[in-house]
């Protein structure tokens, strides 16, 4: 496949597309296990999970307590939670099925530094103030049926943070145009269908830039922006990183030794083009 073309038409055409808001849920529990156990295995969901362990590992370095925004059946924070065994982590989740499938999950692969909490992140009314000094979100927001939404949970995430507050916030970005979606979906051809439709909904439901950086601007103000660099269809938002700890750079080695070439060839393309938007360090 040749990548240079779809990168240089998403570089160079102007916006076409429009948020459309995600209709597509898995409802079933059973298809909300299935995209967990793909999450497991050596997978390209497997291999960008690592990676954004990794940076928000380096994020939370001298965190105690992170709240995790939209944690679903906690297929992402998870890998978080054991590689900072000293972190406490909360999940909040809207979902009370998705916070039965988390703890179902947690228990079986023996993990105790997570607890969870039934809630809308919009709103939080059920966390103090100021008591995180973390906050992360991984493929959450877009679930958000508008930009206010989006500004409310920042709000919220801002109000239940120390001053001196750690983020690590990862989504899909949205694209310019349908080429671009099309050319997305072809680089995860093999994938489930059911996956594929669910990352199709994900990439149309993605928040612009401006977006982003509106609502960063004014509860985040810490943060700092990146997104992958040509094709834009993956964003971060971020405080300063610090070194890994000794304990996540070893679990990290370990699961990306059993990751295949292909996947860890993802991995190093994830790292590549968000370093060339200045994600290093
Ligand atoms: C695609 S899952 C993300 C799961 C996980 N964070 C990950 O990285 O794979 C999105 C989750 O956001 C939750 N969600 C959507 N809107 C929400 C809201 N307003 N408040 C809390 N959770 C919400 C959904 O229930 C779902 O479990």
């Avoid at 995600?22 to 296990?33: A, G, I, L, R």
């Amino acid at each position: 496949m040749n990548h240079i073309m779809p990168i240089l038409r998403e570089m160079l055409s102007k916006v076409e597309l429009k948020r459309v808001p995600e209709q597509m849920v898995m409802d079933s529990e059973d298809q909300t296990q299935d995209f967990y156990n793909y999450g497991l295995g050596d997978t390209t969901l497997r291999a960008s999970y690592l990676f954004q362990a990794k940076w928000a590992s380096k994020t939370f370095a001298n965190c105690k307590r992170v709240l995790d925004l939209g944690t679903g059946p906690a297929n992402q924070i998870s890998i978080l939670a054991q590689m900072n065994p000293n972190i406490e982590f909360v999940g909040v989740d809207l979902s009370d099925k998705m916070l039965a499938l988390a703890k179902t999950n947690c228990d079986r692969l023996g993990i105790k530094n997570i607890s969870f909490v039934q809630d809308d992140m919009t709103q939080l009314s059920c966390l103090k103030d100021g008591e995180f000094d973390g906050v992360f979100s991984s493929v959450a927001l877009h679930h958000l049926p508008q930009a206010s939404d989006l500004e409310s949970a920042f709000k919220n995430a801002r109000r239940v943070l120390k001053p001196d507050y750690a983020a690590y916030i990862t989504d899909f970005l949205l694209v310019k145009n349908d080429a671009s979606i099309n050319y997305l979906l072809s680089l995860n051809e093999g994938q489930p269908k059911i996956f594929k439709d669910d990352y199709e909904a994900s990439l149309r439901a993605a928040f612009p830039k401006e977006n982003f950086l509106s609502a960063s601007g004014k509860y985040l103000e810490h943060t700092q922006f990146f997104s992958s660099f040509g094709a834009r269809f993956l964003m971060v938002l971020k405080t300063k990183s610090y070194d890994l700890n000794p304990a996540a750079e070893d679990f990290l080695e370990d699961e990306l030794r059993k990751l295949s070439k292909k996947n860890r060839g993802i991995y190093n393309s994830i790292s590549i083009l968000l370093a060339l938007d200045g994600m290093i360090g």
